[in-house]
């Protein structure tokens, strides 16, 4: 019986001389030496790598890495089995501070700070949310696949790098030692002598142990800094105070705290927003001026940068510096004092107009609201602008029917962010002179389908910043507006930004300065912030005070309280 092959002979000699030629191949010393040249270019990079994208040149590789001469010496003193153990774990932890300094650039981009590696994960779900709200689901999607086969890539290939540099020592490794020292030698002759290539930037770098010790002093300070803000919430001047000696200032009143999304002094004040969105505060104060209105402002500094808005509004209503995630939690596990629960005590109807929210608040309760209105019960029956929900204007307008037009009502307290100037900043909707035709929503329907689609805008990062100053004008022109038509004689509104924009729209070098305003008809409710140095209108003077946004509670309770506590 004939006996069964795999396959035909002539199929199976090929496949033969096939894997004997690439195996040969694989062997040459040429390729070898490639390799290995490859692996030490490859870990060089990676010690060598910045964590600001400006920085990601080629004159910025022109540098001698410390961290290479210790981790070359150290391959050549361990023994075999400690040298792969050792390869493996230096290669990762390279690779691990490469993804980061990746991740810093990016957060460095899009919130002018690093990447926070222990508090910072949350964010990705708002990230998650702006890809997919530009690009569409499936691009959200493939943007993680490409993102977790990257950190994938970058592990393998720096842990492939060591290990190939350690083979390599193993072989040679009395040159390998001669070739540690003098590379010590040269760091350490450079550094003393301050050489540098280009501008201030040292040739003897030291950058990625800095980064390294850098990440887990954060790290420790955070963990710290947990025990200490424990502290600080049980600090509070106006815990003792009792409710009918606090906002007796505003009795009768209805109190409106609006944020405005993104809403920060580069649009005051930047060369290029500027001549946009100023004519619209001037024009605003002489509009309010002729409703009977006067207005006061100034500027916060905020927690957070290009996002976080939640920082700044639990900041705002807390008085305390709440600036990352831990702290945020940390907070709404408290009984701490909030503007809106001394309203409650005060007995206000409290309530939060919430567009943006989507699902559940819990964070709610801790606030002190009476009623949460988001975008499942504000009975919205148009499209999504991006990011949000709902235009201002409706917003703005079915206040009225939820609430503030309501007969019969108590006095009432409520805090509403407007979110249409929300990246990414397209389409944005069309402000209707005529209110009644904002209906239940459905006339945005054509406003989106014939507006700018997000991807077309993020293409031209140039266009970004001016479609950024003409979501600002939106919503300012329908907070302004709506105030004019149905602000009644007991309204006191707050309105102020959140937080700048990301550094596309900001410009570089932006503070965290946002602008504030109070305006009222009552002319007593003004006299009592004289002392505050406000400027007069909608728009504050360059010279106007700058308070950190954690000192407006305390000042706002001073201010319209009858007692004031001691320091």
């Not at 490794?173 to 070739?179: K, L, P």
């Not at 760091?187 to 280009?198: E, K, N």
């Not at 290029?272 to 605003?284: E, F, H, M, Q």
């Not at 904002?438 to 910043?465: C, H, N, Q, T």
Request: charged share 20%; aromatic share 10%.
């Amino acid at each position: 019986m004939p006996e069964i092959q795999d396959g035909p002979p002539a199929v199976e000699s090929r496949r033969a001389r096939l894997r004997a030629r690439l195996g040969g191949f694989a062997r040459r010393p040429r390729v070898q030496l490639a390799l290995t040249i490859l692996a030490a270019v490859l870990l060089f990079a990676a010690l060598i790598f910045p964590n600001i994208l400006a920085r990601l040149t080629p004159m910025g590789f022109l540098r001698l890495p410390i961290e290479g001469a210790v981790i070359l010496g150290l391959l050549v003193v361990l023994p075999p089995r400690a040298r792969r153990v050792f390869a493996v774990v230096a290669g990762s932890v390279v690779g691990l501070l490469v993804i980061e300094k990746c991740l810093d650039m990016g957060f460095f981009e899009e919130l002018n700070r690093p990447f926070d590696p222990v508090l910072d994960w949350v964010l990705f779900d708002d990230a998650f949310s702006f890809v997919v709200d530009s690009y569409g689901r499936f691009a959200a999607l493939a943007a993680v696949a490409v993102m977790v086969l990257l950190v994938v890539a970058v592990l393998a290939v720096t842990c492939w790098s060591v290990l190939r540099v350690g083979a390599l020592v193993a072989r040679h490794r009395r040159r390998s030692a001669i070739a540690a020292g003098g590379a010590g030698v040269a760091w350490a002759l450079t550094f003393t002598l301050g050489v540098s290539i280009w501008g201030a930037v040292p040739v003897a770098a030291r950058s990625t142990a800095t980064y390294a010790w850098d990440r887990a002093h954060q790290a420790r300070a955070g963990l710290r800094d947990e025990a200490e803000f424990a502290q600080e919430v049980q600090r509070d001047a106006f815990k003792t105070v009792p409710p009918p000696q606090m906002l007796t200032g505003l009795e009768g009143k209805d109190v409106i705290f609006t944020f405005v999304e993104s809403y920060g002094r580069s649009a005051v004040e930047g060369i290029a927003l500027a001549p946009t969105v100023t004519p619209v505060l001037d024009r605003g104060t002489a509009q309010l001026a002729g409703a009977g209105f006067a207005a006061r402002s100034g500027w916060l500094t905020s927690p957070t940068f290009g996002g976080g808005s939640w920082l700044a509004h639990a900041t705002f209503e807390s008085g305390l510096w709440i600036n990352n995630e831990q702290r945020y939690r940390n907070l709404v596990a408290t009984d701490r004092l909030t503007l809106t629960r001394a309203f409650r005590n005060a007995s206000y109807r409290t309530v939060s107009v919430m567009p943006g929210a989507t699902r559940a608040w819990p964070e709610g309760n801790f606030y002190g609201y009476d009623t949460v209105w988001d975008s499942r019960n504000l009975g919205y029956q148009g499209p999504k602008f991006s990011w949000s929900p709902m235009p201002d204007q409706y917003t703005l307008k079915q206040l009225n029917t939820i609430e503030y037009k309501k007969p019969g009502r108590g006095p009432l307290m409520v805090e509403m962010p407007l979110v249409s100037s929300h990246t990414p900043w397209a389409p944005i909707p069309d402000y209707l002179p005529d209110w009644e035709q904002v209906g239940d929503g459905s006339i945005y329907r054509k406003m989106v389908d014939e507006g700018k689609k997000p991807s077309a805008l993020w293409a031209e990062p140039r266009e970004v910043r001016a479609e950024y100053g003409k979501s600002i004008v939106y919503s300012l022109t329908a907070l302004i507006n709506w105030v004019k038509l149905y602000g009644d004689d007991n309204l006191v509104m707050v309105f102020l930004g959140d937080h700048q924009p990301s550094p596309i729209a900001a410009g570089a070098g932006a503070s965290h300065d946002v602008p504030i305003t109070v305006l009222a008809k009552d002319p007593k409710v003004l006299d009592r912030i004289t002392s505050w140095g406000w400027t007069e209108g909608l728009r504050p003077r360059p010279d106007a005070p700058v308070w950190p946004m954690s000192d407006f509670r305390d000042k706002f309770f001073t201010a319209f309280g009858k007692q004031t506590p001691a320091p």
